[in-house]
């Protein structure tokens, strides 16, 4: 077989953390399809959270993953898959296993902005390419962590390919929604349904009072719960609920009027590109938070829904955060496990007269650009991480 005909396995991963990695991967899977050259074969390494998203896309096999000795499996993955470089989004650890054992990897780094020094130790900084992400702002205890990164490239937004367009609100109340709730399941949360059991509920209610006739909700939520939810309240007249894939999203997407989501970044960039008037419910995570503020900057109109006091507070959060990621999520988490086991019927109906405020208030301002957000940080992304991954696969030995 000639070198150029050699098949080359690489080796794909996003963090068990929401469905955003698994988006991104599927973009740069999807703009590797239009690299020339050897071919290309994908295996995935854990992302069970993820794989339904990536369902469309070209992955051999996936092979799980232990929580503990990970280096050993990851090694044993390697040597049996002959892989020659990974793709990894977010998860540091395991980009850190698979350079231990002599892969080089393309890390992502979809939320440069969210790191301090406390959460150096998950992070690849010796990563072979390191690409961050644009953002709208990065704070100063970021720039010191990304200051000490070897290889940093920034890249733009990494979505599937497309352009950015501008959509003006509907001059009438939109009549197609579509409800998203991201992946939920975040790792080391023991029960995530309190999310989901506040919000769902809510949004639901605040659609239906505002007149929309058709709702999907998108998400990984498990459909017993879904029906008792949806059973349990108002909806609009059309309501229907499923996980879509990547490819899926989009077109549904491209065809709404409206879309209310967790405050997900690869969610609102993506809408962005299709000019999608967009709302966010309350965030989930710390990420979203800063999700939420940097959408509203762009679009120069706040179209958020906050948590009530007495979940917690954003600026609360944002203080733990100096000592790492952790300490932000304990609250965050605490803060809505409580709201849903002791006062749940009292916060979903601030976080339903929350929403319907928003929709009321953008109804009376059509002039908002929504493609600003992916505007300013583009949209190139996807390619740009693949063309660091075949100048890597470029540069590496052969597996013997």
Known sequence: MKADDEVRTVAVAGVEFGWGSSGKVSAVLSA??????????????????????????????????????????????????????ALV????????????????????????????????????????VYCAQRCVELPPECAGVLADVHRLRWVDAVIANGTATGRATPARPPRRALLNLGGLRAPHLTDWSGYPRIVLPAALEALTAYGVDEVHIAGNLPAALTGRLVDACSTPARTTAGALTHEEFLD????????????????LLEAGQLGVPTVCLPPQNLSQIFNGRFHSRALGTDVRVAWPKTVFTEEDALTLRSDGEGRALDLI??????????YRRETATAVRQALLGVLRRLEADPGVDWGALTTAVGTGGAAQVADALVELLGAAAPVR
């Open 32 to 85: 590797l399809r239009g690299h020339r050259g050897g071919g290309l074969r994908f295996v995935g390494l854990a992302s069970g959270l993820g794989r339904p998203v990536l369902a469309g896309q070209p992955v051999e096999r996936w092979i799980d993953l232990p929580d503990g000795e990970l280096d050993e499996a990851v090694a044993e993955a390697v040597r049996a898959e002959r892989v020659r470089a």
């Open 252 to 267: 549904r997407l491209g065809t709404c009027d409206l879309l209310l989501t967790s405050p997900g970044l690869t969610t």
């Open 89 to 128: 989004v977010l998860d540091g650890r395991l980009a850190k296993a698979l350079r231990s054992c002599g892969v080089p990897v393309v890390f992502v780094d979809s939320l440069p902005f969210l790191w301090t020094d406390g959460d150096r130790d998950d992070l690849p900084l010796d990563a072979d």
């Open 333 to 342: 988490y605490g803060g809505i496990s409580r709201a849903a086991e002791q």
